[in-house]
């Protein structure tokens, strides 16, 4: 890790959800378990469709009698939307406040001491390397803080940061109302809870843990050369991904795993704009003995 390095964020909002019912409400709706946070504690999850897939992912952060998520800004008024209509009777309030609030990453080794003081911080709960999330007012101005890089310099630092981990981002990585959470990596990123009772779409969610391959997933891939966002990765003439975020020659891509397996069994290279990339292998490793672990399993038979 290096000195603290800050980014502002200019494409996240901020909704808020106060009141004595918020926590019940968001309990019953979203995919991890908030139940018990303290003050300053956030929890990774998303509000899926009753399908299972994704409309919305965010951070749910405590904050006096409720709640901030940070959320994308262009589905923060959809969000809050959204959750008007599970509102019914309970005693919430719902607003979006994204004008309030500047939204920023901040990680490095000085990180708790640059976003001491500065606002609403709390750590990424995905992975420990992504650092802080800090909510600032708007008229803070952090270009030229001490140990930090320069704010309209850093949102391409932090997206380099997201790939090196493999972490994937809802509207760039994944698309909404398309993607289960597995697909996303949310079992593998602390966004959904197995334990926490039921959630609008949690039939689904289970079912898919406990007796489906995933074989789709946001992976890490690379290359020896520059790889271009939105394109597509094909094997031969066959679409089998697509590129999201990228950074130079690493990239994260929506992939489906069997048939890079497939790939990799023919000895077929996979190629994105005519380069040949690599997927992950920690993910394919991960994709391998679950293969394994479902070939193995017993055929029921009809009694």
Same mark, same amino acid.
């Given at each position: 890790?290096?000195?603290?390095?800050?980014?502002?964020?200019?494409?996240?909002? @901020?909704?808020? /959800?106060? +009141?004595? &019912? %918020?926590? $019940? #409400?968001?309990? =019953?709706?979203?995919?991890?378990?908030?139940?018990?946070?303290?003050?300053?504690?956030?929890?990774?999850?998303?509000?899926?469709?009753?399908?299972?897939?994704?409309?919305?992912?965010?951070?749910?952060?405590?904050?006096?009698?409720?709640?901030?998520?940070?959320?994308?800004?262009?589905?923060?008024?959809?969000?809050?939307?959204?959750?008007?209509?599970?509102?019914?009777?309970?005693?919430?309030?719902?607003?979006?406040?994204?004008?309030?609030?500047? @939204?920023?990453? /901040?990680? +490095?080794? &000085? %990180?708790? $001491? #640059?976003?001491? =003081?500065?606002?609403?911080?709390?750590?990424?709960?995905?992975?420990?390397?992504?650092?802080?999330?800090?909510?600032?007012?708007?008229?803070?101005?952090?270009?030229?803080?001490?140990?930090?890089?320069?704010?309209?310099?850093?949102?391409?630092?932090?997206?380099?940061?997201?790939?090196?981990?493999?972490?994937?981002?809802?509207?760039?990585?994944?698309?909404?109302?398309?993607?289960?959470?597995?697909?996303?990596?949310?079992?593998?990123?602390?966004? @959904?809870?197995?334990?926490? +009772?039921?959630?609008?779409?949690?039939?689904?969610?289970?079912?898919?843990?406990?007796?489906?391959?995933?074989?789709?997933?946001?992976?890490?891939?690379?290359?020896?050369?520059?790889?271009?966002?939105?394109?597509?990765?094909?094997?031969?003439?066959?679409?089998?991904?697509?590129?999201?975020?990228?950074?130079?020659?690493?990239?994260?891509?929506?992939?489906?795993?069997?048939?890079?397996?497939?790939?990799?069994?023919?000895?077929?290279?996979?190629?994105?704009?005519?380069?040949?990339?690599?997927?992950?292998?920690?993910?394919?490793?991960?994709?391998?003995?679950?293969?394994?672990?479902?070939?193995?399993?017993?055929?029921?038979?009809?009694?």
């Amino acid at each position: 890790m290096s000195a603290a390095k800050i980014a502002r964020l200019a494409d996240r909002g @901020v909704v808020s /959800v106060t +009141g004595p &019912d %918020s926590e $019940k #409400l968001l309990q =019953g709706l979203v995919t991890n378990d908030l139940e018990g946070l303290a003050d300053g504690e956030a929890r990774h999850a998303a509000l899926l469709a009753p399908q299972g897939k994704i409309l919305f992912d965010f951070f749910a952060v405590r904050h006096g009698d409720g709640y901030l998520l940070d959320v994308a800004l262009a589905k923060a008024a959809d969000l809050a939307k959204r959750l008007a209509m599970y509102k019914l009777r309970a005693d919430v309030t719902i607003t979006d406040v994204s004008d309030s609030f500047k @939204v920023y990453a /901040v990680w +490095g080794d &000085d %990180s708790k $001491k #640059l976003a001491e =003081g500065r606002g609403i911080s709390f750590p990424d709960p995905r992975h420990p390397a992504l650092g802080l999330r800090l909510f600032a007012a708007p008229d803070k101005n952090f270009s030229t803080p001490d140990h930090a890089e320069p704010e309209s310099d850093s949102p391409l630092a932090y997206d380099a940061l997201r790939i090196e981990f493999g972490i994937p981002e809802g509207g760039k990585d994944f698309e909404f109302g398309d993607a289960y959470p597995h697909e996303a990596d949310f079992d593998l990123l602390n966004g @959904v809870s197995f334990t926490k +009772g039921c959630f609008v779409g949690q039939e689904v969610v289970a079912r898919m843990q406990n007796k489906t391959l995933v074989r789709k997933r946001a992976v890490k891939i690379s290359a020896n050369a520059p790889l271009e966002a939105n394109c597509e990765i094909l094997l031969g003439d066959i679409p089998v991904g697509r590129i999201g975020t990228a950074d130079g020659t690493h990239a994260i891509a929506m992939l489906r795993l069997d048939r890079v397996l497939d790939a990799e069994e023919k000895n077929q290279p996979l190629t994105a704009g005519g380069i040949a990339i690599t997927p992950d292998e920690n993910a394919m490793s991960r994709y391998r003995s679950a293969a394994t672990a479902r070939s193995s399993q017993p055929t029921r038979t009809p009694s």
